[in-house]
């Protein structure tokens, strides 16, 4: 079979296993797909029919190794990835999910070689545990020591809007505009040393 770059060149193709199990956990994870969508018959049809009659279903217990196997992988890359990077801020936020449990956040947001600002999703972490700042920090520190991040901050921002009192909406405002103008500040320190 013939396919085409995305150059416009054309080369043969030849059907992987592996790379239809990668793809197909891309599938799952970007449409939020069950794990047992790749043994549908509908779905090995389509393949069949319309990709490669060479494809077979691969069952869910297959497809939920393969999704772990594909985290750790880019987790790795992730974590090589975040050691070429001389500082990073940090973000982190609380999201409530479908079953009223809630998730705290955290990004990485550093500056690549190329001075291009870059962000990555480190974490989304269950937190079933009570909301205490002891307790979300702990979290935060977690994911740190897992990426090794622990020597790079320069900032730390952490919304918690909904536990902010009225009276401080003021004040917490000009922190988070001092925050700002002071991660600005460090960006453009680390910059002119490169």
């Not at 069950?34 to 018959?41: D, I, Q, R, V, Y």
């Not at 029919?49 to 772990?68: A, G, H, K, L, M």
Request: one cysteine or more; a negative charge.
């Amino acid at each position: 079979m013939l396919r085409y770059n995305p150059d416009g060149s054309v080369c043969s193709w030849e059907y992987s296993v592996e790379e239809a199990h990668v793809q197909l956990c891309r599938l799952i994870a970007r449409l939020d797909l069950p794990l047992n969508f790749g043994e549908s018959a509908a779905f090995e049809d389509y393949i069949k029919i319309s990709r490669s009659p060479r494809y077979s279903n691969v069952s869910r217990q297959t497809t939920s190794r393969d999704v772990e196997k594909h985290f750790k992988d880019k987790h790795a890359k992730l974590v090589e990835r975040l050691q070429s990077v001389s500082y990073v801020a940090l973000t982190s936020d609380f999201w409530s999910g479908n079953a009223k449990e809630d998730y705290l956040s955290v990004v990485a947001h550093f500056v690549n070689g190329d001075c291009d600002l870059e962000k990555r999703i480190l974490a989304m972490r269950l937190i079933d545990c009570s909301h205490s700042g002891v307790n979300i920090v702990e979290h935060i520190a977690d994911v740190v020591a897992e990426y090794g991040l622990t020597d790079m901050i320069f900032s730390l921002l952490w919304t918690m809007h909904l536990l902010i009192p009225k009276q401080w909406i003021n004040y917490y405002i000009c922190y988070l505009i001092i925050l700002v103008l002071y991660c600005c500040m460090n960006v453009a320190h680390a910059i002119s040393l490169t």
